[in-house]
């Protein structure tokens, strides 16, 4: 955890947590080789959040190294659920936990689209953790 991360008690501020997730979707997706820039290079689409719901458990503090996590539940046509963990890498303590639905969108006109097949196959069983 960076100084730039917490408050002024050396405490991450509920919306940081936000970021750890995105990061690691965003690793997930290049972990499968599908960076956003390159779905929307070669399939004209972009994975967007939908809703997000979160609960905070433990506090993550100034110096905690964190880990997070994904994991894919339901996939549909266009849109999928994720769960996520931010945990706390020196005991495995569960900091937050987030459900998110991610929308799979044209990039341009930002309407819904179809999972592409072959992205969809990468995607059921393909974990972060």
Not at 10 to 15: E, K, L, M, S
Request: net charge negative; aromatic share 8%.
């Amino acid at each position: 955890m960076y100084w730039e991360d917490t408050d002024a008690g050396g405490v991450v501020y509920h919306a940081g947590y936000l970021r750890f997730l995105e990061r690691a979707r965003t690793e997930w997706m290049r972990a499968m080789a599908m960076g956003q820039d390159a779905l929307r290079r070669s399939h004209g689409i972009v994975f967007v959040v939908r809703e997000l719901s979160i609960a905070y458990d433990k506090p993550a503090r100034l110096d905690d190294e964190l880990d997070s996590t994904v994991r894919v539940g339901r996939l549909r046509s266009a849109s999928m659920d994720i769960a996520q963990d931010v945990l706390r890498a020196a005991d495995g303590v569960t900091l937050a936990r987030a459900q998110v639905r991610i929308a799979c969108v044209d990039a341009e006109a930002f309407v819904p689209r179809r999972i592409p097949s072959n992205i969809a196959d990468l995607i059921q069983g393909h974990n972060f953790e």
